[in-house]
């Protein structure tokens, strides 16, 4: 079984200032690790993805994510926000091997990250 | 990446009726899946849709009140049966490439609110 805790459902930052948004996972089995992003009104676009490879992964947007095997977490930085980055975050996990009902995603709770200006 | 459209976008229905949602991929997928987004929730695996067969649900759903098809390996619909207020979600269709295995790509969703 595999779960992910997102802390904060919302977090509010001044614009320029640094984005940290925490994402803690558990996991049986080595884990595939996911960032999306929802607007407003839409669906979800793919920020980042850890599969296994480099553990310090960059995205769109200016995003990157550590993957930290020994605190179980994926925390999503960016270093300047900007007011367009205004949006609901959600971290996913998934099982590296497929089949037994282990192909989907698992989200955490989301949080809603607001800029001030 | 997979572009993915869904059919329709957006919905007003009345208790007791169903709703079919469809949805197309541009290229051809090996995963098809339907998630669940209540409002101001994250969002649910509904089912795995697989072609040429049945599709595989999670826990808490149902084929008799989500029964789903997937005919080949672009297309696939959801139905919600018998509707109820609680029904009232986002409904999105998710993809996993055949190049691309690692990565779940979403559609733009579905916006159901039953009256």
């Not at chain 1, 995003?63 to 994926?74: L, N, P, W, Y």
């Not at chain 2, 067969?53 to 997937?70: C, L, W």
Request: proline share 5%.
């Amino acid at each position: 079984a595999q779960s992910v805790t997102q802390l904060g459902s919302h977090v509010s930052v001044s614009e320029g200032a640094l984005v940290l948004l925490r994402c803690n996972y558990s996991s049986s089995v080595p884990p595939y690790l996911f960032w999306y992003v929802q607007y407003p009104n839409q669906g979800l676009q793919l920020l980042l993805k850890y599969t296994s490879a480099a553990t310090l992964v960059k995205g769109i947007n200016g995003f990157e994510a550590e993957f930290k095997k020994s605190e179980t977490s994926f925390h999503l930085t960016k270093p300047s926000a900007h007011m367009s980055d205004a949006a609901e975050y959600f971290c996913a996990v998934r099982s590296v091997y497929s089949g037994g009902g282990a192909d989907g995603l698992t989200f955490g709770k989301g949080t809603h990250l607001i800029i001030q200006p | 990446s997979a572009v993915i459209s869904q059919k329709p976008s957006r919905d007003i229905c009345q208790r007791g009726t169903s709703l079919t949602i469809q949805c197309q991929v541009d290229s051809q997928v090996t995963m098809m899946f339907w998630y669940r987004q209540q409002p101001g929730q994250s969002l649910t695996l509904i089912a795995t849709a697989n072609q040429g067969s049945e599709a595989t649900y999670e826990s808490g759903f149902v084929i008799d009140k989500f029964p789903i098809s997937r005919p080949n390996l672009t297309f696939s619909t959801l139905t919600v049966s018998n509707m109820s207020p609680e029904d009232s979600s986002i409904y999105l269709c998710s993809v996993r490439g055949r190049r691309n295995q690692e990565t779940q790509y979403f559609g733009p969703g579905t916006r159901l609110l039953v009256l």
